[in-house]
């Protein structure tokens, strides 16, 4: 897949206080914080130590509001989606509900379920059918996913997609907004919680990568806080996945490995 996208509108731990010890040496700036340059010179560093040696191409976009640190490399790239789509289609999925003033049909929310939690591929299949090209585009319309190209006819994985617009999507997720009601998005992030353990991966130095010489893939979406649930719906665990790096453990994210 593409790239890996780390959003978070809640407070790090780690940022909160300053970082003791000294500075680091000047790196390229692709992390930037008025509130905590250390940290962000830090996780510029750390991110380009990742980078050393790989033959890939690589994106990255962090966004922490509440530490003013963002974090931005190649986000304008586009890259074949793979599974990450599959928001997409579940946030197209629960619009069409909200424009047709109804809950998902037991069919649907199955549909969706597997998509999510088990990234399964012939849910995603039906609910694309289904909500169909002319209604997906129109999704991202509302989104303003303006880099992101649905993929021709059923093939959802060829969808073009870019950091930045998977930024946009976990704003749209995370944080109030015309597009998504609050109980649509918090039955989307509760899915995301319950994200089976095959399909969550910890992403290593906070980039994704798309392989020159790609293998068999292995699709998933990491987890995000639980924010509630449907009524009728079984509460989720609540459970998170946390990245890597030490300073901003705890974001959501969105990739596959």
């Not at 640190?69 to 304008?76: A, K, T, W």
């Not at 292995?218 to 790096?245: A, I, K, T």
């Amino acid at each position: 897949m593409a790239a890996l996208v780390s959003l978070s509108l809640f407070p790090v731990p780690a940022l909160a206080s300053s970082v003791a010890g000294p500075a680091p040496a000047a790196v390229t700036a692709i992390c930037t914080s008025s509130a905590h340059p250390y940290v962000a010179a830090v996780l510029s560093r750390d991110i380009l130590a990742a980078l050393r040696g790989r033959y890939d191409t690589v994106a990255v976009s962090v966004d922490e509001p509440g530490a003013r640190l963002r974090c931005s490399l190649n986000g304008s790239l586009p890259f074949d989606s793979a599974s990450v789509v599959k928001v997409i289609i579940l946030g197209a999925l629960l619009r069409m509900a909200l424009d047709q003033h109804r809950y998902l049909t037991s069919t649907e929310a199955a549909e969706a379920w597997a998509m999510i939690t088990r990234s399964d591929n012939s849910a995603a299949s039906a609910l694309w059918a289904e909500l169909g090209h002319a209604y997906l585009q129109h999704f991202l319309n509302l989104a303003q996913m303006a880099q992101t190209s649905l993929g021709p006819g059923g093939y959802w994985g060829l969808t073009q997609i870019t950091a930045h617009d998977q930024m946009l999507l976990l704003r749209l997720l995370l944080s109030g907004n015309a597009v998504l009601d609050g109980p649509s998005r918090a039955y989307a992030l509760g899915l995301m919680a319950q994200v089976i353990a095959s399909q969550v991966r910890l992403a290593e130095g906070l980039v994704h990568h798309r392989d020159p010489h790609p293998g068999q893939p292995h699709h998933g979406l990491r987890g995000c806080h639980h924010r509630g649930h449907r009524p009728g719906d079984p509460p989720p665990p609540g459970s998170r996945v946390e990245v890597g790096h030490p300073a901003v453990q705890g974001l959501p994210v969105l990739g596959n490995a």
